[in-house]
């Protein structure tokens, strides 16, 4: 299995798995996202807080260049802990939320 497959099937189980979790407040659905073709994978809320609209991205990861991008994280459990936990290095890892300058200041990679 090559790199790219192989960090696919990565991030596609570790979206899975938090997918499972369904928000206790509201009728929220989680909704998975999953485009092979242009390698971006997302984890979404979608419905209703009682009045509120509910339409969040959780997760958004892309892969590029043979690593794995984090364009969003807005979960108490950051994703870049499970990637690693699954045996992706720090090297192949992105923190794309965070600006360019900024990435030095991180154990991840820059670019």
């Known amino acids: 299995m090559d790199k790219l497959t192989h960090n696919a099937t990565i991030i596609k189980t570790i979206l899975q798995e938090d997918g499972q979790h369904k928000p206790a407040h ?46 969003e994280d807005t979960s108490n459990q950051p994703i870049a802990e499970s990637l690693l936990e699954a045996g992706v290095p720090k090297e192949d890892i992105v923190l794309a939320f965070h600006a360019p300058e900024k990435r030095q200041y991180t154990d991840f990679a820059l670019a």
């Open 26 to 71: 509201g009728d929220i659905t989680p909704l998975l996202v999953f485009d092979d073709e242009h390698h971006s994978y997302q984890l979404m809320y979608v419905g209703w807080d009682h009045r509120r609209r509910v339409h969040a991205s959780i997760y958004h990861l892309r892969l590029e260049n043979n690593k794995i991008y984090i364009e």
